[in-house]
């Protein structure tokens, strides 16, 4: 089992930056892809991007693309996501998520997740 904890939530305006974390324990040397989700209020858990824990490949949502960048530092067991650009629509609960698989688009590609962590984006 993998234990997740995200960081780094809080309130900025439209355009600003933010920087989530994730530390990652347990059973780190079985985890294939590391990944960033979110969900807004009234709708469903999307997918937001992920990174090959071993490899460092990312991929990203169309909605996040070019404005969000996911990385990680393996001897920490920390992973990133440095949110750029923020727009209301960005506003939901973020977590992450740790599997064993290759695969990584959807939610029950993953097995392990941390609490969330609130992002609020502001006019």
């Known amino acids: 089992q993998v234990q997740l904890e995200e960081s780094g939530g809080g309130l900025v305006q439209v355009g600003d930056s933010l920087r989530l974390s994730c530390v990652a324990s347990?059973?780190?040397?079985?985890?294939?892809?590391m990944g960033w989700f979110r969900q807004a209020p009234g709708k469903e858990r999307e997918f937001v991007a992920a990174?090959?824990?071993?490899?460092?490949?990312?991929y990203y949502s169309a909605s996040v693309k070019g404005r969000f960048t996911i990385s990680r530092d393996s001897p920490k067991n920390i992973m990133y996501l440095q949110m750029d650009t923020l727009k209301l629509e960005d506003t939901a609960v973020y977590y992450c998520?740790?599997?064993?698989?290759?695969?990584?688009?959807?939610?029950?590609?993953?097995?392990?997740w941390g609490q969330g962590t609130q992002v609020t984006v502001s006019s």
């Open positions: 998520a740790a599997s064993p698989r290759p695969t990584f688009i959807v939610v029950s590609d993953y097995e392990s």
């Open positions: 347990g059973q780190i040397f079985n985890t294939a892809v």
């Open positions: 990174i090959g824990w071993r490899g460092g490949s990312t």
